[in-house]
């Protein structure tokens, strides 16, 4: 598993969830436990997550708009 791309998988269903919480009707219980269980993967991969917030603030861009090219290359530039 790369730790990018999971990472960017699990930012994208928190991003979906949380838009879905701010709906009418909310979220489910399941939904709920499922957030909590993906902060907690998130967790797992500090490096691949503070390299897409920095894009995402460098960019002004929500997370859903990026893909793992667009971090794989960010994070690049970075670490030169």
């Known amino acids: 598993m ?3 791309s999971e990472s960017l998988r ?5 991003a979906h969830i949380a838009h879905q919480r701010r709906q009418p009707g909310g979220i ?3 939904d ?4 909590f269980a993906i902060r ?3 967790n797992e991969f500090p490096a691949a997550v503070s390299a897409i917030a920095q894009l ?4 002004g861009k929500p997370v859903d708009q990026l893909c793992v090219e667009d971090i794989e290359q960010w ?3 970075q670490a030169s």
């Open 56 to 59: 995402v603030a460098a960019r």
């Open 10 to 14: 699990l930012l994208k269903r928190q």
């Open 32 to 35: 709920e436990r499922e957030l």
């Open 75 to 77: 994070d690049g530039r």
């Open 40 to 42: 907690a993967q998130l």
């Open 28 to 30: 489910s219980i399941v």
């Open 2 to 4: 790369d730790p990018v």
